[in-house]
C-alpha cells in the first residue's frame, strides 16, 4: 500500500507515525511551512486522512477521585494529620445527579470547546452551587483559573487524556486497522456512525433516503 498518500494532520503517536511512514505513503501535515501550497500540490496523491484522536480518562474513575476525596485523603497523611486526627467520611457515587458531556462511542470529551462556559463553571464551584468537579482539559491550556486550585472538591489533569503507552498504542493499531481494511475494500472495524437531527430524519424519510443513523 506504499502507493497510497496518508496525511497526518497534528502531532500523533510516534509508534503510529512510524507504522504509517512504514506502511503507506506518508505526509505530515503540520511540519509544512505553508500547509496551503502543500494541500495544493500533494492532494491529487493523498487518499486519506489521519487525525490523532482518543477516548478520554475514565469519567467514573475521575468523579470517584472527587467524591471521596482521595486527593484530600493522601495530603492528610502526607501532612501527618492523620496522627492526630481522623479523616471525615465522604459521598458515594450512586444516587448523585452528574454531568459527563461528550459521553460517546469513541470520545468522552470532557469540558472541551464550547461545551462548558468555563467562568461560570468556577463560578458555580467557588460557591458551592456545584459539588466538585474532574478537569482535564481548560479554555486557555496550559492556563488554569486561579481560583480552582485552592478548592479540594476539584480534581485538575495537565490534558492528559489517553496518555499511556498501551492505549495509544492500541489506538494506533485501530487506524491501521481501519485503513488497511478500506483499502483493501473491506468492512471498517469501527464505521462511523452518521447522527441526524429529528428534522433532517424526517426529511430524509419524505425523499425515501436510507441513512444510518443513531436515534
Known amino acids: 500500500m506504499k502507493n497510497i498518500g496518508v496525511l497526518m494532520m497534528g502531532p500523533s503517536y510516534g509508534y503510529l507515525e512510524q ?3 512504514r506502511r503507506f505513503k506518508f505526509f505530515r501535515y503540520g511540519s509544512q511551512p505553508i500547509p496551503q501550497d502543500f494541500i495544493a500540490l500533494h492532494a491529487e496523491s493523498i487518499h486519506a486522512v489521519v487525525k490523532a484522536a482518543g477516548v478520554k480518562i475514565d469519567a467514573i ?4 477521585v ?3 476525596r482521595i486527593c484530600v485523603c493522601d495530603n492528610f497523611v502526607r501532612n501527618r494529620e492523620w496522627l492526630t486526627n481522623e479523616f471525615p467520611s465522604t459521598t458515594k457515587l450512586s444516587g448523585k445527579r452528574v454531568g459527563i458531556i461528550g459521553l460517546g462511542r469513541i470520545d468522552t470529551a470532557i469540558a ?5 462556559d468555563e467562568t461560570e463553571l468556577v463560578s458555580a464551584l467557588v460557591q458551592g452551587r456545584l459539588g466538585g468537579a474532574s478537569l482535564d482539559v481548560f479554555e486557555n491550556e496550559p492556563h488554569v483559573p486561579e ?6 472538591n476539584v480534581v485538575l489533569l495537565p490534558h492528559v487524556g489517553t ?3 498501551e492505549t495509544e498504542n492500541d489506538m494506533a493499531d485501530l487506524v491501521l486497522k481501519n485503513l488497511e481494511a478500506h483499502f ?3 468492512s471498517l472495524l469501527t464505521p462511523a456512525i452518521l ?12 425523499q425515501e433516503t436510507q441513512a444510518s443513523f443513531l436515534g
Open 147 to 152: 481560583e480552582l486550585f485552592g478548592l479540594d
Open 195 to 206: 447522527i441526524r437531527s429529528s428534522s433532517s430524519l424526517r426529511h430524509a424519510a419524505e
Open 19 to 21: 507504522e504509517l511512514e
Open 61 to 64: 474513575a475521575l468523579m470517584m
Open 184 to 186: 483493501s475494500g473491506k
Open 163 to 165: 496518555n499511556t503507552v
Open 112 to 116: 472541551k470547546g464550547g461545551h462548558v
Open 66 to 68: 472527587v467524591l471521596r
